[in-house]
């Protein structure tokens, strides 16, 4: 039993070793970067925006306070995310999950021509999809809110819910 709890753990740590080479994080850097993930995680962050401000215009809110609040937005994600601090760490997330091999396959796919048509279109289509998505919900939104109250409600009552 101790052997091949020993053989097990040996061929763990050479699985590993041989996953995340040397240079793991610099190749995870150069996907990244082939990828265009800062590019993605702003207009990740500021998708997440545009359906509120969408149902703010719908509720009667005009074009330049919908302006002026995706700007806002804007601002406050060049303010506060720094991709200078944030590249090594989701670097190290790829050099984790993906082998030496496949970040070099995959880097070299987005340098291709089909990659770079990738990593130029398939964000807006994502965002247009999740805007879309998202829409639907934030019309529901109301729904969403009175369930979630009448559970606390419900809770008050019986004299369960706990918290300051």
Known sequence: ??????????????????????????????????????????????????????????????????????????????????????????????AAELSDEDMKAITAFYLSPAGKIATTKLPLITRKGTDAAMAGLQAKMQELQNAMIAVVKKRMDAGTLKGK
């Open 1 to 94: 039993m101790k052997t091949r709890f020993i053989t097990c753990l040996a061929s763990l740590v050479a699985a590993t070793i041989c996953f995340a080479g040397p240079d793991s994080e610099k190749l995870a850097g150069e996907l990244l970067d082939a990828s265009n993930v800062k590019t993605s995680l702003e207009e990740g962050f500021l998708g997440s925006i545009r359906p509120g401000l969408e149902q703010m215009k719908a509720n009667g809110g005009d074009d330049a306070l919908v302006k002026e609040m995706m700007d806002v937005a804007k601002k406050f994600y060049d303010d506060n995310f720094h991709w200078a601090l944030a590249k090594p760490q989701i670097a190290k997330a790829y």
